[in-house]
C-alpha cells in the first residue's frame, strides 16, 4: 500500500507545496494537513514544512507550536510517528521541545540563501537511512534564523548518542554550534533540518537529487514498522 505522508500548513507556509511534490516524487502520497485540524487524518509520516509560521512573530516558530494540529502532532512523534521538521518545521520542531535546543538568528545578522553542502553523518534515522555515514550532499539553505544552538552539556549528548545528523561543510552559513544542520531525537523518528531537501529533487530546479534521500527514507522506514 502507499505511504500516506502528511504536508501541514500553517499561515505563512511557504515550502508546503515543494515538501507534498517531493513527497509523490519519491512515491508516496502527500496528504494535506491544516494548521487548525488537530485531526493527523491517518498519515504515516509528517513533514513541517519551511516558511513564516504566522509572520514569524516572536520567534520563529514561537506561535506554530501552539497551532492545533501540534497537540496531536507532538503526543504521536512521542508514540513514534516519524516527522521531518525542515527548516522553519525544524524551529517548531524545538519549540514544541521535540528536539532540544534552539535555532536563533543568524550570527552574521543577514538571511542566507545558497546551495550549502552537508556530511549526513547519521542514517540511523527515519529520514536518512538511505544516506550513507559521512555522505556529502548539496541542497538549499535559506534562513533568517538558522543559527543551532544548545548548552554544552546538550550538545555533548547529542554527539555522544549519534544524534547529529548533519553538519555543514565548505563554510557554516549561519554561525550553528558545532557546524550542525540537522539533529534527531534519542528514537530516531523526529529529524529536524535547515537547510531544505525538499528543493534538491529534480534537476529542473535543484541544484542536485541529494534531497530525495530523506524521503525515500521514511518509506524504507516504514516498511519495516508493522502497523
Ligand atoms: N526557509 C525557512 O523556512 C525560513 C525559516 C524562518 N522564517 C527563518 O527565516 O529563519
Redesign the pocket.
Known amino acids: 500500500m502507499t505511504a500516506r505522508v502528511g504536508v501541514v500548513t500553517f499561515p505563512g507556509s511557504?515550502?508546503d507545496g515543494d515538501a507534498a511534490r517531493a513527497v509523490r516524487i519519491a512515491g508516496a502520497e502527500p496528504v494535506r494537513l491544516w494548521h487548525g485540524d488537530p485531526d493527523l487524518h491517518g498519515v504515516d509520516a509528517v513533514v513541517l514544512p519551511?516558511?513564516?509560521s504566522y509572520g514569524?512573530y516572536l520567534r520563529?516558530g514561537a506561535i506554530a507550536r501552539f497551532a492545533p494540529v501540534m497537540e496531536t502532532l507532538v503526543d504521536a512523534a512521542r508514540g513514534g510517528l516519524p516527522v521531518l521538521g525542515?527548516?522553519?518545521g525544524f524551529?517548531i520542531l524545538c519549540e514544541a521541545h521535540l528536539l532540544p535546543g534552539a535555532?536563533t538568528r543568524n550570527q552574521h545578522l543577514h538571511?542566507r540563501n545558497r546551495d550549502q553542502a552537508l556530511r549526513v553523518e547519521s542514517a540511523g534515522t527515519a529520514w536518512t537511512n538511505a544516506f550513507q555515514p559521512g555522505q556529502e550532499i548539496l541542497i538549499p539553505v535559506?534562513?533568517?534564523?538558522?543559527c543551532y544552538v544548545a548548552d554544552t552539556a546538550t550538545l555533548d549528548q547529542l554527539e555522544a548518542e549519534g544524534r547529529v545528523v548533519a553538519r555543514y561543510v565548505g563554510g557554516n552559513p549561519n554561525g550553528s554550534l558545532r557546524d550542525i544542520a540537522a539533529i534527531t531525537n534519542s528514537a530516531g523518528n523526529v529529524v529536524g533540518i535547515m537547510p531544505?531537501p525538499e528543493h534538491a529533487v529534480e534537476a529542473l530546479t535543484g541544484p542536485s537529487l541529494d534531497g530525495l534521500g530523506f524521503f525515500t527514507s521514511v518509506l524504507k522506514h516504514l516498511v519495516g514498522t508493522p502497523a
Request: aromatic share 10%.
Open positions: 511557504l515550502d519551511g516558511g513564516f514569524d520563529c525542515i527548516c522553519n524551529q535555532l538571511f535559506k534562513n533568517g534564523e538558522g531544505h
